[in-house]
């Protein structure tokens, strides 16, 4: 595998920044100027990395989830895991985070679907594909338990999925202004130990 | 009660036109020039009628949520409803709304939590009494369902509300970027007719 060129690092640092811009000030607060600024690229030059700044925010999007596959990938494959006790070790570790990160943040995708999610299409389209896909993995481990028969049955594991999702995000919300962890917490133990349960 | 003043009427224009502008457009994007230039009102003059630009969409918020929580009033004042059954009708009314309104806006609550509810202090404390007063309302409900033999009594009416309100936001978020009613559907349908039932 070649190095990466210069081009692709000063694009991963865009990447970088975007994510924590877009995080702390928004879609529309965000200006290109700071991001480029940032990153020591000339404003002329954004275009040779990015479409324009509709653009630059969908991918900044799949940019900012890949931790998070990569993680909760990591726990589906470890062996001492079953289905159930992959996502609660997941959603556990987050909200140690989110409370070392003094309850700012939450989920760029969440926040920019409030933002934006109904009125640009490029950024619509890049957060549904990103959610179904983050959705997904969270399905393969609730599929998982229902083959252990630790989750129940008599509710697809697709809709499940979805339901710990929705919850979760609707839950972040709520930490951020109550400035707790409880929202969080109400939401895991509601589902994963006991409404999912076989 | 003596009629409302020209400066009460120019001040309920600009809340109106705000709800509308933030919900389109989030806090970053709206800006108090349009607001002013809507309503008809000199820049100069805006801090007659509001601090800064936080303080507006503070009650911007308080503006917004009025009518939701009449509506939900005027349900639980019906004499034909049960507690559940004020939960049901007033969800279902909802969703036939955001149908109606090609999946658009979503709540501006959610979206300003998502966008400013870490970033600025006083959009958090308006958010924040905003979302407890409808949650208490969504509770009385419950807590009516309780005594009325329909809604399960192992868990508190509270925390079922909370979870009920953090649910349905986490699905309207879903619902934006799937240009769908089925994750509110899902909410409901496993939440009132499912998960709180006695």
């Known amino acids: 595998m070649s190095s990466p060129t210069r081009k692709q690092i000063k694009r991963e640092q865009l990447l970088d920044y975007g994510v924590q ?4 000030q928004g879609y ?3 200006g290109l100027k700071e991001v480029l600024d940032f990153v020591n690229i000339p ?3 954004f275009y040779n990395y990015f479409d324009n700044k509709e653009q630059f925010a969908a991918e900044a999007v799949g940019h900012y989830i ?3 596959i990569q993680r909760l ?3 589906l494959q470890n062996p001492e895991l079953d289905g159930l006790g992959v996502l609660k070790r997941y959603y556990a570790e987050l909200i140690v985070e ?3 990160a003094d309850y700012k943040g939450g989920c760029l995708l969440g926040n920019l679907i409030g933002e934006v999610g109904d009125t640009s299409e490029i950024c619509r389209c890049s957060l549904l594909t990103t959610v179904e896909r983050y959705a997904r993995l969270q399905e393969s481990a609730l599929v998982r ?6 989750v129940r049955t008599d509710r697809s594991a697709k809709s499940m999925a979805d339901l710990l999702l929705n919850g979760w995000q609707g839950a972040l919300l709520r930490m951020k202004i109550q400035r707790s962890t409880a929202p969080l917490e109400d939401c895991c133990s509601t589902l994963l130990d006991d409404y999912f349960k076989a």
Chains 1, 2 share one sequence.
């Not at 811009?21 to 702390?24: F, G, P, R, Y």
């Not at 338990?145 to 630790?150: F, I, L, N």
């Open 66 to 68: 890949e931790p998070f």
């Open 73 to 75: 990938t990591g726990h």
């Open 28 to 30: 529309h607060g965000t």
């Open 43 to 45: 404003k002329g030059s």
């Open 21 to 24: 811009a877009l995080m702390n």
């Open 145 to 150: 338990g229902q083959q252990e028969g630790t």
């Open 98 to 100: 989110v409370e070392l």
